[in-house]
């Protein structure tokens, strides 16, 4: 399985922007599918995550009520639309999937359950 994320760039605070990530491969092996992002000199951290069917979501507190993460099956893809953007969300966004139809979006919170990663696609919010 491959993740191709894109959609990042430089916005100001208050914009709005829309990540979207493509699984290509054996796509059809994946179920959970989230958002994890890694600002410059931090560790990786959860953003968001979503089950195979796209009923349970789950985010991070801090993008709670400002970021909706969704999904396509039918084109393999999965979404980050992020409102109100702030500097502090400043960072590069890498996709993630799983294998495992018994990982829950709350289990997604921790990195080492991740199967699948993106290469990563940058989003710069400029005060």
């Known amino acids: 399985v491959q993740l191709q994320a894109f959609g990042g760039g430089l916005v100001q605070a208050g914009d709005s922007l829309r990540l979207s990530c493509a699984a290509s491969?054996?796509?059809?092996?994946?179920?959970?599918m989230g958002w994890f992002r890694q600002a410059p000199g931090k560790e990786r951290e959860f953003v968001a995550s979503v089950n195979w069917s796209g009923t349970s979501t789950y985010y991070a507190d801090s993008v709670k009520g400002r970021f909706t993460i969704s999904r396509n099956n039918a084109q393999n893809r999965v979404y980050l639309q992020m409102n109100s953007l702030r500097p502090e969300d400043t960072a590069v966004y890498y996709c993630?999937?799983?294998?495992?139809?018994?990982?829950?979006?709350?289990?997604?919170?921790?990195?080492?359950?991740?199967?699948?990663w993106g290469q990563g696609t940058e989003v710069t919010v400029s005060s």
């Open positions: 993630a999937a799983v294998r495992s139809r018994g990982t829950t979006v709350q289990d997604m919170v921790d990195y080492r359950r991740i199967d699948y």
């Open positions: 491969g054996r796509a059809g092996s994946i179920n959970g």
